[in-house]
């Protein structure tokens, strides 16, 4: 039979496609009788009806989806993907990424995903040379909300999560001072992360 369709759950229930739309879609104020909304229930069941994730895009012009754009899987990285997964399952929605290897041109094709209504917003590491700036004000203007993560455009304001560095190695060189050490050495990794 291929992919299950509306119709064919309105054919077996015995009713019409826009019946089992409103049914399925727990339309207030539909009007119709219980039975029918118990023979329609029914017959998706039987069929085992998934509606299509785009059709209901169209109907509330959301997705569901947010949009990821980093540099690289890191371990780092991905630790901030995995805590944004856990956040959008909480709220039922999902995630893409999409990887940009710090070039500016691969970042601003992945920004393309929420100007063309492909996610509900963005959360960007936005590459290290970035000339995406007229992209974000497209996205603001759209009505896009996007938040910049672990590392902001300078100059561009815009929402930002990340460490407040200077914070952190002011602590970790007092602890380290506390303890005894003299001598303090911090090492610069390739991607810019500090390690210890």
Request: charged residues 20%.
């Given at each position: 039979m291929?992919r ?7 054919a ?5 496609p826009?019946t ?5 879609n727990?339309?207030?104020n539909?009007g119709?009788p ?6 329609v229930?029914?017959a ?7 509606p299509?994730a ?5 109907r509330?012009r ?5 949009g990821?754009i ?14 944004i ?8 929605m999902?995630t893409v990424?999409a ?6 041109e ?10 063309r209504?492909?996610?509900?917003g963005l ?11 007229r992209?974000?004000?497209l996205?603001?203007?759209q009505?896009v909300?996007?938040v910049?993560v ?11 999560v990340?460490?407040q560095?200077e914070v952190?190695?002011?602590r970790?060189?007092r602890?380290l001072?506390?303890?005894?050490c ?5 090492i ?8 210890l």
């Amino acid at each position: 039979m291929g992919r299950v369709s509306i119709k064919h759950v309105a054919a077996l229930a015995g009713t019409s496609p826009a019946t089992v739309s409103k049914v399925l879609n727990n339309a207030a104020n539909s009007g119709i009788p219980e039975s029918t909304a118990q023979r329609v229930r029914w017959a998706a069941s039987k069929l085992q009806y998934v509606p299509l994730a785009t059709a209901r895009s169209l109907r509330s012009r959301r997705t569901g989806t947010i949009g990821v754009i980093l540099h690289d899987l890191s371990p780092h990285a991905a630790s901030i993907v995995l805590a944004i997964e856990q956040a959008a399952a909480e709220r039922g929605m999902f995630t893409v990424l999409a990887l940009h290897k710090d070039s500016s041109e691969l970042e601003s094709q992945a920004l393309l995903m929420g100007l063309r209504g492909q996610v509900d917003g963005l959360v960007v590491l936005p590459a290290r040379h970035n000339n995406n700036q007229r992209l974000y004000d497209l996205l603001r203007r759209q009505g896009v909300p996007f938040v910049f993560v672990d590392r902001y455009v300078p100059g561009y304001d815009a929402d930002y999560v990340g460490v407040q560095n200077e914070v952190a190695a002011y602590r970790l060189t007092r602890l380290l001072i506390n303890q005894g050490c003299r001598t303090i050495r911090a090492i610069f990794g390739a991607s810019g992360n500090t390690a210890l």
